[in-house]
């Protein structure tokens, strides 16, 4: 699936992957703002991403672990997610991410 990250710098990075999560997607990619600092166990909120609002269908919702880690950031929003908890699959093909400040 091909994913486009959007730093906060408003630089496009647009990645393929087919497999793992988007979090290790971006880290592997060297993409800014996205440091998966405790690997991908959603205990960090480093891999904060917001999902273009038409995109949110494919992502899916956040966990409850997930939503819980959100809330502690002052940054969230509806359309927050931890992407080392969103799977690549090629249900994703096309999203959007806008990387969290
Ligand atoms: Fe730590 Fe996602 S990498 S919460």
Redesign the pocket.
Known sequence: AKITFITTDEAQITVEGDSGSL?ELAVQNSVQGID????????????HVYVEPEHVAKTGEASEIEKD?LELDDNANEYSR????IEISDQLDGVILRVAP
């Open positions: 979090m998966g600092d405790c690997g991908g166990v959603c205990s960090c909120a480093t891999c880690m931890l992407c080392c908890q």
